[in-house]
């Protein structure tokens, strides 16, 4: 009988088990690639009083899982980080405090764009504070930076070998003092065409695909302003791969052009809801991008906010969400389970 057990243990110890690989790639082809952007993130606010109250995992409980298994997780933060500063004098001016980026570590979250009417509410020393907060949060940053060229430098990740660049610009900003100089800091504006397309010209060159994440359009509309459609265009023309909008807190249309896609806008996402837009700013969605040796799909996970917190819906919501979106949308077709395609 010893023998016998001895035989069995050495058997058990020799024979090779199943192999065991870790993270993604535990479900993910090696060549494939999953991008998911959101819309606007407020930590401010009504929001900002729920994370006082529930943590700082709150707002992000309910989609944070779906976010963490993104290769890529990026969104817009509407709101400088900092103790410092006085408030601008506007209608709303938003400051949140450093801790609530932990939030965003939860959430899987790997970068965000700064470019955006709100990233210097409580002037230059509030939004140089927060590169400072996200870098030592190891959350990656672009559109906003101590002089023009740091703000136009795309935050970029190497997965599984290729380079994934984000570039974030706006062309809702408040005012020239507002725009990243030579030697002054601001935003990265996208109010005229350079310094932007030759910033995406440069990322096309340097990098493996190039995202641009535009701050543009006008609250509260279902379509996109006619500059907009142009400017898009010519940000493909110059090689960018995806356009991703924000700012107009709801959601707008999709467009291709030379096969790329165009989000005009992801609408919020963390956000105090609205009185001035309605019911529209509580809907939003996910961007989910997956790029292969054949090309990049695209797919809409709708999303809505309950309490400044996203939540996935059922299939009667997203039914509703997605005809919308079918009717707000050009040469694009969202099938009934989200996967987006241009129309042939």
């Known amino acids: 009988m010893r023998r016998a057990a001895i ?12 192999a065991v690989s870790g993270g993604a790639s535990k479900t993910q082809p090696p060549d494939r690639i999953t991008l ?10 009504f929001v900002g009083e729920q994370i006082a109250r529930y943590g700082v995992n709150f707002p992000f409980a309910k989609v944070a899982p779906v976010l963490q298994k993104a290769d890529l997780a990026f969104a817009n933060l509407e709101t400088p980080v900092s103790v410092r500063g006085k408030p601008a004098e506007k209608t709303f001016a938003f400051r949140s405090k450093p801790e609530t980026l932990g939030g965003l570590i939860f959430a899987g979250i790997d970068g965000v764009s700064l470019a955006n009417n709100h990233i210097l ?18 959350i990656g940053h672009t559109g906003a930076g101590s002089n023009i060229g740091q703000a136009f430098k795309p935050y970029v990740k190497t997965v599984k070998g ?17 725009h ?5 800091p601001g935003a990265a504006s996208a109010y005229t065409a350079e310094p932007l397309l030759s910033a995406i010209k440069k990322s096309a060159k340097d990098n493996d695909y190039t995202v641009v994440y535009l701050h543009w359009n006008e609250e509260f509309k279902d379509y996109p302003e006619k500059y907009a459609r142009t400017l898009a265009k010519q940000m493909i023309d110059s090689g960018a791969d995806i356009i991703l909008g924000a700012h107009s807190h709801c959601l707008m249309g999709i467009e291709y052009y030379k096969h790329k ?18 019911e529209k700013t ?9 790029i292969t040796k054949s090309g990049i799909a695209s797919k809409i996970t709708p999303v809505k906010i309950i309490g400044g917190q996203p939540n996935f819906m059922g299939a009667a919501y997203n039914k509703e969400a997605i005809q919308k979106l079918n009717q707000l ?11 987006v395609s241009e129309k042939q």
Do not use: E
Request: proline fraction near 4%; hydrophobic fraction near 45%.
């Open 162 to 178: 290729k380079r994934i660049a984000v570039l974030g610009a706006s062309r809702v900003l408040s005012g020239p003092s507002w």
């Open 121 to 138: 509410d409580y002037g230059q020393d509030a939004m140089l504070d927060t590169l400072v907060h996200l870098d030592k949060y190891k």
């Open 329 to 339: 949308s050009f040469n694009a077709r969202i099938a009934s389970d989200g996967t």
């Open 7 to 18: 035989l069995i243990l050495l058997i058990f110890l020799l024979v090779p088990g199943p």
């Open 282 to 290: 509580v809907h939003s969605m996910l961007a989910d991008f997956t």
């Open 36 to 45: 998911t952007f959101a819309g606007d993130i407020l930590l401010d606010g």
């Open 261 to 278: 896609p165009i989000y005009y806008s992801l609408g919020n996402f963390v956000f105090n809801k609205s009185t001035r837009g309605g």
């Open 180 to 184: 990243a100089g030579k030697d002054t």
